[in-house]
C-alpha cells in the first residue's frame, strides 16, 4: 500500500509536503489528514474523482456528506455561474435566492416554519443554541454521548483525540463545558434524570441530538429514542434541536424529521443545504422560536444576536435552491440511498464470504464500515444488536490503514470507515467498489 502512495502519488506528495510549510499540517480540514499523506486533487465529476497524479478514484467521501447529487453536478453550476455574472457572489443586500431557498426549506422540512442561514454548521449549533437560552430562559444543554455538533467551546464536550483518549479541550476554559452535559445515546432514563437534576440548577434549555445517532450513526440510536426525546423535552419545557448536518435532505427532503415524523423544535442544517457550495449553514425552526432572532433595530427589545458578513450570499443560496430542486427531482436521497444499500449488501457478502471481524450497515446513503465491539443498530427501524469480534488493539490506525488500502485500490472513503453514496452511484460504480473492496 505505502509502495502505491510513493510511486503513484508523486505530486500529492510534493504538494502535500509544500502544504506543510504555509498551512498547519498541510490540511484545512480534518478530512484531508489522509494517512500516509494527504491527496491533491485536481477533477470531481459524479461518482469519481482524479488526482494530480492522474489516478482515477470512486469518490465515497462526496467531501463530507454535501454533494448528494454527486460531485460539481451540471444543472447546479451553470445556474451559479449565471448568478456570478450577473451580480457576483455577495453584495450584502437581499437576494431573491434568500427567499426562494428559504420558502423551498420550509416547504419540505416539517419543523421548520422560517430559516436563518449561517456560515456553517457549527455556528448553526451556537446560534440555535443560543435560540434555545434565549426562549427559554434556561440554561443547560444535553448532548448525546459521542455526538459531534461542531467545533464551539460548548460543544466538543466530551470529545476525545483519537489516539491518546484525552479530552480534546486544550484552549477551551473550564466554565465554557460548564452548562454542557452528555448522556449515553439509547439511554431515555439517564436523560430523564438529567432533566431532573437540572430543573434546580437552572434548567434545560435544549436536547440537541443528531437524529440517525452520534457521528452520522456510527452509535445508531432508534426512532423511539428521538420519540422519547419529544416527549421528555415537553414535559420538561425544553427545546428539542435536531442537528441534521448529515441528514437534512440526505435521510429524505424531509431529513430524519421527515423519515421518523417527529418534529423537532429547531433544526440544524448544514451540508446539503447549500449543495456542496460554500457556507453550508442554517438554523429552522418554529416561527416563535426563530423569531426571537429579530429585535427591533435601535429598541431594547430582547433579541439573540447572531451575525456573518457572508452569511447568506446570493452564491449559497442559489446553489442550495437548484440544488435542493434537483434532490427533489431526481429523488437523490432514495437512488442514493438504494445505492447505500446494494453497497451494504455486497460488503456484508464479502465480509462473511471471508470472515472478517467487520460489520457493514447504512441507513440510506450513509454506509459504515466498521471493526469494533458492540454495534447498536437501527436500520428501516429495527433495533438489533450485533457483536463483532475485534483482534485489532489499535482500530483507530486499524482504520486509517484500510482507508489506505482502499485508496491504492481506487476508492475514497471517509477514514477508512465511512462511505457517502450520491445520486451518481450507478449499479455498475458499486459494482465496480465491490470488487475493489474484495481485493484490499
Ligand atoms: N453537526 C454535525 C452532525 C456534523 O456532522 C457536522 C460536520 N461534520 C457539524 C455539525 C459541523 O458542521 P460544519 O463542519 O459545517 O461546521
Redesign the pocket.
Known amino acids: 500500500v505505502l509502495d502505491y502512495f510513493e510511486t503513484r502519488c508523486q505530486g500529492s506528495k510534493r504538494l502535500s509536503e509544500q502544504a506543510k510549510q504555509v498551512i498547519p499540517g498541510g490540511v484545512q480540514h480534518n478530512l484531508a489528514f489522509n494517512y500516509p499523506f494527504p491527496l491533491a486533487i485536481r477533477e470531481a465529476h459524479d461518482a469519481h474523482m482524479t488526482d494530480v497524479d492522474g489516478n482515477r478514484y470512486i469518490d465515497f467521501l462526496q467531501a463530507?456528506?454535501p454533494t448528494l447529487l454527486g460531485s460539481n453536478y451540471p444543472a447546479v453550476l451553470v445556474q451559479v455561474q449565471v448568478l456570478l455574472n450577473e451580480c457576483g457572489p455577495i453584495t450584502g443586500l437581499l437576494h431573491e435566492y434568500e427567499v426562494k431557498l428559504a420558502e423551498l426549506v420550509c416547504q419540505v422540512m416539517p419543523g421548520v416554519d422560517m430559516l436563518r442561514m449561517m456560515g456553517?454548521?457549527?455556528?448553526a449549533?451556537m446560534g440555535a443554541i443560543r435560540l434555545a437560552r434565549a426562549y427559554t430562559g434556561k440554561k443547560r444543554v444535553i448532548k448525546i454521548g459521542g455526538?459531534?455538533?461542531?467545533?464551539s467551546d460548548q460543544m466538543v464536550y466530551g470529545m476525545r483525540l483519537p489516539n491518546t483518549g484525552r479530552m480534546e479541550a486544550i484552549g477551551i476554559p473550564r466554565g465554557a463545558t460548564a452548562t454542557t452535559q452528555e448522556s449515553l445515546p439509547n439511554d431515555l432514563e439517564a436523560i430523564r434524570r438529567k432533566l431532573m437534576w437540572n430543573r434546580l440548577r437552572g434548567g434545560t434549555a435544549a436536547v440537541i441530538v443528531?437524529p440517525f445517532g452520534p457521528e452520522?450513526g456510527t452509535r445508531p440510536v432508534t426512532r423511539d429514542f428521538n420519540a422519547g426525546l419529544r416527549k421528555l423535552c415537553d414535559e420538561f419545557d425544553a427545546l428539542l434541536i435536531f442537528?441534521e448536518?448529515?441528514t437534512g435532505f440526505r435521510a429524505g427532503m424531509g431529513g430524519a424529521q421527515g423519515y421518523f415524523g417527529i418534529k423537532p423544535d429547531l433544526t440544524?442544517l448544514?451540508?446539503c443545504l447549500t449543495g456542496g457550495y460554500p457556507m453550508?449553514?442554517g438554523i429552522g425552526g418554529r416561527r416563535d422560536i426563530m423569531m426571537m432572532l429579530v429585535g427591533g433595530i435601535g429598541t431594547t427589545t430582547k433579541r439573540a444576536f447572531v451575525g456573518g458578513t457572508l452569511t447568506a450570499n446570493p452564491l449559497s443560496c442559489a446553489a442550495g435552491y437548484f440544488a435542493l430542486l434537483e434532490m427533489q427531482r431526481t429523488q437523490a436521497a432514495v437512488k442514493a440511498g438504494r445505492a447505500g444499500d446494494r453497497l451494504r449488501q455486497g460488503l456484508e457478502q464479502i465480509i462473511e464470504r471471508l470472515g472478517l471481524p467487520y460489520v457493514a450497515y447504512n441507513m440510506g446513503s450513509i454506509v459504515h464500515l466498521q471493526t469494533s465491539g458492540v454495534m447498536l443498530l437501527d436500520t428501516s427501524n429495527l433495533l438489533k444488536l450485533i457483536r463483532v469480534k475485534n483482534e485489532a488493539k489499535e482500530r483507530k490506525h486499524m482504520m486509517e490503514e484500510m482507508g489506505a488500502a482502499y485508496t491504492a485500490h481506487g476508492i475514497i472513503t471517509l477514514a477508512g470507515s465511512r462511505i457517502y453514496t450520491s445520486l451518481a452511484d450507478t449499479d455498475e460504480v458499486i459494482d465496480d467498489a465491490l470488487n475493489r473492496f474484495e481485493d484490499v
Open positions: 463530507g456528506g456553517s454548521g457549527t455556528e449549533v455526538g459531534y455538533h461542531g467545533w443528531e452520522s442537528d448536518v448529515v440544524i448544514g451540508k453550508a449553514g
